[in-house]
């Protein structure tokens, strides 16, 4: 999916909300678990009922692989499930990989023709000919990690040289090694201030921000600071909205939460 | 496998190699095809081939994800092989993981108690809440990325605040996160002079070092730079030995292109 397609989904859709499948198979509900692949049905159901508030689907890959080859399965499933009956979903793969050049090739074959996602999170440490594999596919792309939404972020992506933070220096030296239409930066909703040092650096961009919900992080404050004239931002959230009930009733649930998110949304949107 | 079966296993064979396994199915000889599993029947007999010259093995996860749920099930029957007929031999996940931490969490039991590898290569760019949840596993291991061995290490890892650049910050932060028990660090063979810098900082640390073979790195550098008195080094050869020959003898040219690095392993130890 390019970049203007992707607006144009925000604007019909009047959302940049980004669901997080972190499909724990330990926290779904029990009724599931009569299914042959209860994952995959959770996830199924999880996404009728949102789709019509998000515009993302976010797998996190690690709670997947925890399943073995079957979780692969159920992942391999779940991407099938949205290409085929939400075509307008743009679908992340949260994956953080990155490794030699020879090895991402490997892994952008696995997760982009292998899985079908439109987008991969990949991290920085390893630099340009970790990320550029990732960048030979059209219309897909990559999420870089920038600025990260846990307590970590503190460790490393703010070592400064020459006035210039780490994270700052990913952003500025990456953007050179692809397009604002195959590369977004991933930058954590806990630390909306910084948004606005992002957007100096990186301004027409999408960003992905996790860390509304469960971690805390201020919708306004991020769509206040991150948003530019094609939007620009996808909003995640994961557990607040996909295990907000363990009910039967789980996906209105889930529903209803994800329409929340996304009447504040349709208000930041112009 | 705690650090003195290592050292007790690196005296025994007296070989600090290990064998990295890219099992690229794209590369693996033809006649291999007929198997059920081509990629786990050529890693059985590279291992039962290599393992007399080999104190560690390394499959890299991006091989076997591309095959989808096949590919996980390839590298599950190859770990397993692995513990049960080679028990003397250390088993490195090569994953480049990271996330935050209930992430990480769900990577760490992926791939130490899914899969049952002895050690997990972590990415630290999103710091010590991404890294710690691979650290509550007795017995097991973070590889943790330091100084790499690609062109592009030179992106960010050299950023420079006070005079420290961003991987000695690495070793410096993280070695308080575990211990020598429980904490390895990657470090380039391409890079074999830094090796001496590294262990200013980490003097007793094992370093998992690729590059040698097909990357270029100097064998003889390495160990005269980065041995201890503990060995402390990991020193990996994936493509050169693994895909040294492509007939029906591979896994014989295998052996001997091991035995060659053993050969020469054995007059750098004590």
């Known amino acids: 999916m390019n970049r203007e397609e992707l607006f144009g989904n925000i604007m ?17 509900p029990r009724h599931l678990m009569q299914h042959e692949d209860p994952v995959f049905e959770f996830n199924r159901r999880i996404i009728d009922a949102t789709a019509p508030y998000a515009v993302a689907f976010k797998p996190n890959l690690a709670f997947y692989e925890c399943n073995g080859a079957a979780g692969w399965a159920s992942l391999s499933a779940t991407i099938a499930y949205l290409r085929e009956n939400h075509p307008d979903c743009f679908i992340i793969a949260d994956a953080k990989r990155g490794d030699i050049g020879n090895t991402s090739a490997m892994y952008a074959q696995a997760l982009f023709k292998g899985l079908g996602a439109d987008a991969v999170t990949v991290a920085p440490y390893m630099g340009e000919d970790s990320v550029s594999p990732f960048l030979g596919y059209e219309g897909r792309w990559v999420a870089l990690l920038a600025l990260t939404s846990n307590r970590g972020a503190d460790d490393f992506q703010y070592h400064t040289e020459g006035g210039e933070r780490l994270f ?3 952003l ?99």
Not at 12 to 28: A, E, M
């Open 172 to 270: 500025r030296q990456s953007k050179g090694w692809g397009t604002e239409e195959n590369m977004m930066y991933v930058v954590g909703a806990t630390r909306a201030e910084m948004l606005a040092d992002v957007r100096k650096i990186v301004p027409l961009h999408f960003l992905l921000v996790p860390g509304i919900g469960a971690q805390g992080g201020s919708l306004r404050e991020v769509s206040s600071y991150g948003m530019n004239e094609k939007c620009g931002l996808l909003v995640n959230s994961s557990r607040a909205i996909i295990f907000a009930d363990g009910g039967d009733r789980f996906d209105k649930v889930a529903a209803d939460k994800a329409a929340e998110v996304q009447s504040e949304m349709s208000r930041y949107l112009p």
């Open 12 to 28: 019909k859709k009047r959302s940049y909300l980004c669901v997080g499948l972190d499909s724990d198979i330990t926290k779904i």
């Open 168 to 170: 700052e220096k990913v």
